[in-house]
């Protein structure tokens, strides 16, 4: 089994800004499209909140990148492709395992920058497109799924299952630690040094249980077996962001 932290939505680069917390939810604002979506901010309720978080780059009518997309039947579809998707292909990622989706979000108090979980999938199904029935590729379409209305590459994938956006913004979910710069994390006992991709240089891992995350990528997987440690942290996990709906 694996656990994947995956990084979306806005930040200083893509976007301009963190995402909001707003009376106590978070609201991941998705990336900007300039092609390959039906999809704007304003269709989506975040037109104000994309217009504050860019400095008016971006606003109500502006298409967006509507990815992972979280449905009213309590699923999730999550597409990927490129880079990113064959370090996901090489990990073995598919069914049965677990994206935990993060992303860079203003606190509603301070003010403060930092990194949270704000949302799961629980794989059962990877969908090739460039492979997959044309029938599944029109429902897909038909959901607005941004993969599926045009392919973004030769690998493209759309991973599908149970999943959950957090309602609230509980401490579990907050991965940098308190005053500190959004990199530096606060790592789950079980996690430990040459545990999870793209962080393998000893110098990231710190005393006192702390992780200097890397500045960019986009999946980061952790292979967990069968320990249980890691289990029970990510029940804890997904408990937290079901608890807050």
């Not at 079980?190 to 992780?211: A, E, I, N, V």
Request: charged share 20%; proline share 6%; glycine share 16%.
């Amino acid at each position: 089994m694996r656990i994947i932290l995956s990084r979306k939505g806005f930040d200083s680069t893509s976007g301009g800004g963190p995402s909001p917390i707003i009376g106590g939810r978070p609201l991941s604002l998705p990336i900007p499209a300039a092609e390959h979506s039906r999809t704007t901010y304003g269709a989506l309720g975040l037109g104000e909140h994309a217009a504050r978080a860019s400095r008016g780059r971006f606003g109500a009518d502006d298409l967006c990148h509507h990815d992972p997309m979280f449905l009213a039947d309590g699923t999730c579809l999550f597409g990927q492709c490129g880079a990113a998707q064959t370090h996901l292909a090489n990990r073995g990622v598919g069914g049965g395992d677990v994206f935990l989706f993060f992303g860079l979000f203003r606190d509603e108090d301070t003010g403060e920058p930092h990194h949270r979980i704000f949302g799961y999938l629980e794989v059962e199904r990877r969908i090739d497109l460039a492979g997959c029935d044309a029938v599944t590729l029109a429902g897909l379409r038909y959901q607005g799924h941004p993969h599926a209305i045009a392919m973004h590459g030769r690998n493209d994938a759309i991973y599908s299952g149970r999943g959950r956006e957090a309602g609230g913004a509980p401490h579990l979910l907050r991965l940098t630690v308190p005053g500190g710069p959004p990199s530096l994390w606060r790592r789950p006992v079980w996690l430990r040094c040459g545990g999870l991709s793209y962080h393998y240089r000893t110098d990231r891992w710190l005393p006192g249980g702390r992780l200097r995350a890397v500045s960019r990528g986009q999946e980061f997987v952790a292979e967990i077996g069968r320990r249980k440690a890691p289990r029970e942290w990510l029940a804890r996990v997904i408990a937290a962001i079901e608890a807050s709906l």
